[in-house]
C-alpha cells in the first residue's frame, strides 16, 4: 500500500527515484510523484495515474535534467483520503513549500491536526492526511530551532501548536544546521511529529536546506534501509534499491532513521539512538525483474515448481527433525499446544483454510482458521497454549499484524509463516518459517501461495513430531513426498493449454462459480479470488455440498461451473458426493469444468470440459489443482484486455487496516 524510495548520494536522486518507483509500481498505482532537493531549490513533479503519466510529464520540459540533485524521493500511492488525483499525489509541503513528504498508511487523528493548524493560519492543498506532517514539521523545526538541544529528547508530551510558538506559518526555521549524526533539526523535528501522531505510518522527509539528509519514520508499515558506499536508501521494500545494494538494515517500530551518504542513524521517537539490525538480501534484481515474460504474474506462475522446492529444501535434519528458520519457543512450548488458530488474509487465508485440514488431521488438535481483520474484535479465547499461526507474504498486511499482536498481548505464542524477511510480522512473532519463493511482484499471489500451503504442511507435520502423533519415520516419508511435489507442480504447468483455451472462450462470460470438497473448498475460494480480483468477473467459491442450501439457484444456462473433484482413490466417499455435484449443476444447465485427476474416469461422463492434474494424495492435491485456476484467470483478464499485474483498486501490500 503506496510505494516509497528515498535516497541519499552521489547518483541522480530522479533517477533512483524512478527506477525505484518502476519496482514499486505494484504496492499502490493511482499516482505518483517524486521530490528532488539540488542547487539550493526543493523541486517537485507529481500526477495522477500510473507511474507512466509521471515519467511523460517528466519528458515534457525543454530540460535536459528536470529535477538536478542527488537527495530525493519519490512515492507511489493507493489512495486512502482523498481521490486520486494530482492534487492528492505525494510529496507534499509545508507553507513555506521549503518541506516535502511522503507517506504510507492512515494519520487516524489528523482530521484533529488539521483542525489546529487551520486555526492558526495553514493553508493546506490537498485532502490527504499526509499534508500535515509537512505542516507540523514546519512548526516542529521552529520549535527545534528555538528549545535547547538538551532539551528534546525529554520533551515526549504531544503538545497542541499555539500561535508564537513556532505553530503559525512563516519562513520557518532552516534545517541548514550542521548537526551530530542523529540529531539533525529535521530529524529531531520529525521525532517531535511522530510522537503527535496516531494511526500507521512511513514517512520519508527532505527540507529544501539539507541536502545532506534523508529522514525516515515509521510505525506499524513497512521502512527498510538499503546501504552503499557513500549512498543510502529508504524504501517501503528492498526491491526498491536492490540494483544498487544488497545490504539493508531493518528499522524497528517508532523509530526514525536520518540517512546520510556516509551512514545512518537510527533513534526513537524521543531521539535515543538505537541499533538497526542490518542483513544481507539473498536475491538480486534480476529476480524482480520480469525475465522476458510480458507480465510478472506469467513469470511467477511459471516459477512456482522452483518456489515450492526452495520452501521445502533443508526442512528436514539428520535426526529426522522438521527445522523452522527461527525458533524463540522451546520444543516444550509446542507440545504445551492445546489449540492452533490461524490468521491471514485473502489468498494467504485460503493457505490457511487447507492447512486446517492437516494439522487437525495429522495432530487431532483443533485448529480454527479466521480472516485477521475480524480475529481481535471478536475477543477469541487465547492463552498460553494456543498456537497462532499468521500467515503474510508481505509480513506488513495491517489486518495480521494487528491480529499477532492481539494474540501476543494475550499470551499465545505466535508462528510466522512470511515471504520478506525482515519485515514486521515475522519480527514480532515467536517462531518464524519463511517460504523461500522469491519476490512477488504481480499483486496476485500465485508461487507464494503455494509456498505458503507448503509451509503449513510443515508446521502441521512439525507440530505432529514434537507432540509425538506422528512418529520421526512417518513425518520423513511425508516430507519425502512432499519434496516431490515441486515435479508435479512443473509436470501440471506443462499441460495447461487446455485451459488457457478456454479461459479465452469464457472471456464475455458474466459469472463463474467454483465448487469444491474437503481441501478442494479452498482451492475453489482461491480460484474465485483470483477470477474477481484479475477479471473483475463475477465469481463465488462454494462447498460443493452448501450449493443446494441455496447458492444453486445461480445456476442458469450456460453458466460456467468449475469443479475441483476430490481423489476417486484416497477420498472414494467425497469423490462420490461430487459426481452427485456435478450432476446437479449440470441438469439446471451450467456448463461443467471438472479439474480432476489422471486416471478419474468416473467424472468423464459429466464434465463439459475435463482438466486433468497429475494424482497425488489428497492434502497435497491444492498444489496442484490450484494452478488450473490461476491460469484460467490470468489468461481470461488478458483476453479482456486487463493488467494482470496491477488490476484496478488493488495493491501488493496492504498496510492500513
Ligand atoms: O502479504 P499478505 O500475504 O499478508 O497479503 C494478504 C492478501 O492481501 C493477499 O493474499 C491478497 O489477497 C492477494 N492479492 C490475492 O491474490
Redesign the pocket.
Given at each position: 500500500m503506496c510505494g516509497i524510495i528515498g535516497y541519499v548520494g552521489d547518483q541522480s536522486a530522479l533517477d533512483v527515484a524512478l527506477n525505484g518507483l518502476r519496482r514499486l509500481e505494484y504496492r499502490g498505482y493511482d499516482s505518483s510523484g517524486i521530490a528532488v532537493v539540488g542547487a539550493g531549490a526543493l523541486r517537485i513533479a507529481r500526477r495522477a495515474g500510473k507511474l507512466a503519466n509521471l515519467e511523460k510529464l517528466l519528458s515534457e520540459g525543454a530540460e535536459a535534467d528536470p529535477m538536478p540533485g542527488t537527495t530525493g524521493m519519490g512515492h507511489t500511492r493507493w489512495a486512502t483520503h482523498g481521490g486520486p488525483t494530482d492534487a492528492n499525489a505525494h510529496p507534499h509541503t509545508d507553507c513555506t513549500g521549503a518541506i516535502a513528504v511522503i507517506h504510507n498508511g492512515i494519520i487516524e487523528n489528523f482530521a484533529a491536526l488539521r483542525a489546529e493548524l487551520e486555526a492558526v493560519g495553514h493553508e493546506l492543498a490537498s485532502e490527504t492526511d499526509t499534508e500535515v506532517v509537512a505542516h507540523l514539521l514546519e512548526v516542529e523545526l521552529g520549535n527545534v530551532a528555538a528549545a535547547p538541544a538538551a532539551a528534546v529528547p525529554e520533551d515526549v508530551t504531544p503538545r497542541p501548536i499555539r500561535p508564537g510558538t513556532g505553530g503559525a506559518p512563516g519562513p520557518g526555521a532552516s534545517a541548514n544546521l550542521t548537526a551530530e549524526p542523529g540529531t539533525h533539526p529535521l530529524t529531531m523535528a520529525l521525532q517531535r511529529v511522530c510522537r503527535r501522531l496516531e494511526g500507521a505510518f512511513t514517512l520519508v522527509v527532505l527540507h529544501r536546506d539539507s541536502p545532506e539528509v534523508v529522514v525516515g519514520a515509521r510505525r506499524n508499515s513497512p521502512l527498510v534501509v538499503g546501504l552503499g558506499a557513500g549512498e543510502a536508501f529508504l524504501a517501503s521494500d528492498v526491491s526498491a534499491f536492490i540494483a544498487h545494494t544488497r545490504e539493508a538494515m531493518e528499522i524497528g517500530q517508532d523509530q526514525v532513521v536520518e540517512a546520510r551518504r556516509d551512514g545512518v542513524t537510527v533513534t526513537d521517537f524521543a531521539g535515543e539512538v538505537v541499533e538497526g539490525r542490518r542483513y544481507h538480501v539473498d536475491w538480486d534484481a534480476g529476480a524482480a525483474e520480469k525475465g522476458g515474460y510480458p507480465y510478472f504474474m506469467l513469470k511467477e506462475i511459471n516459477e512456482q515448481p522452483t518456489a515450492l522446492a526452495d520452501t521445502l529444501r533443508g526442512r528436514l535434519s539428520t535426526d529426522g527433525a522438521i527445522v523452522l528458520d527461527e525458533e524463540r519457543l522451546s520444543v516444550q512450548d509446542f507440545r504445551d499446544v492445546d489449540k492452533v488458530f490461524i490468521v491471514?488474509?485473502?489468498?494467504?487465508?485460503h493457505a490457511g483454510l487447507i492447512a486446517k485440514y492437516a494439522i487437525e488431521h495429522w495432530t487431532r488438535l483443533p485448529c480454527e482458521v479466521e480472516m485477521a481483520s475480524e480475529f481481535r474484535y471478536r475477543d477469541p479465547v487465547l492463552d498460553r497454549s494456543t498456537l497462532v499461526i499468521a500467515?503474510?507474504?508481505?509480513?506488513?498486511?495491517l489486518d495480521?499484524l494487528m491480529a499477532v499482536k492481539h494474540a501476543r498481548e494475550q499470551k499465545a505464542r505466535v508462528l510466522a509463516i512470511c515471504?520478506t524477511n525482515g519485515s514486521t510480522?515475522p519480527r514480532e512473532s515467536d517462531a518464524v518459517l519463511y517460504t523461500r519463493c522469491g519476490p512477488e511482484v504481480g499483486?496476485?499471489?500465485?508461487k507464494?501461495?503455494l509456498g505458503?500451503v507448503a509451509a503449513c504442511l510443515l508446521v502441521g507435520l512439525y507440530l505432529a513430531q514434537v507432540r509425538g502423533v506422528l512418529y520421526g519415520d512417518e513425518v520423513a516419508a511425508y516430507v519425502e513426498r512432499l519434496q516431490r511435489m515441486p515435479d508435479l507442480v512443473e509436470r501440471t504447468l506443462g499441460r495447461l493449454e487446455p485451459i488457457r483455451e478456454l479461459a479465452r472462450s469464457l472471456a464475455d462470460a458474466k459469472a463463474v462459480l467454483f465448487l469444491g470438497r474437503h481441501v478442494g473448498y479452498p482451492v475453489a475460494l482461491e480460484g474465485a479470488?483470483?477470477l474477481k480480483?484479475l477479471a473483475y468477473m463475477h465469481a463465488e467459491g462454494f462447498p460443493a455440498g452448501e450449493l443446494k442450501h441455496g447458492p444453486i439457484a445461480l445456476i442458469e444456462p450456460g453458466l460456467p461451473v468449475i469443479i475441483v473433484a476430490p481423489s476417486p482413490r484416497g477420498r472414494a466417499h467425497l469423490h462420490g458426493k461430487i459426481v452427485s455435484n456435478i450432476q446437479e449443476v449440470r441438469a439446471r444447465g451450467a456448463r461443467t469444468i471438472v479439474i480432476a485427476e489422471d486416471g478419474d474416469v468416473v467424472v468423464e461422463p459429466y464434465a463439459d470440459h475435463l482438466i486433468r492434474v497429475p494424482a497425488t494424495s489428497s492434502l497435497f492435491a491444492p498444489l496442484v489443482t490450484t494452478l488450473p485456476l490461476q491460469v484460467f484467470a490470468c489468461e481470461l483478464a488478458l483476453a479482456r484486455g486487463l493488467d494482470v499485474d496491477q488490476p484496478r483498486n488493488?495493491a501488493?501490500?496492504?498496510t492500513v487496516e
Open positions: 491471514a488474509c485473502g489468498t494467504a487465508y500467515i503474510s507474504q508481505s509480513g506488513e498486511t495480521t515471504n510480522i499483486v496476485a499471489s500465485t507464494t501461495f505458503q479470488l483470483k480480483e488493488l501488493k501490500s496492504v
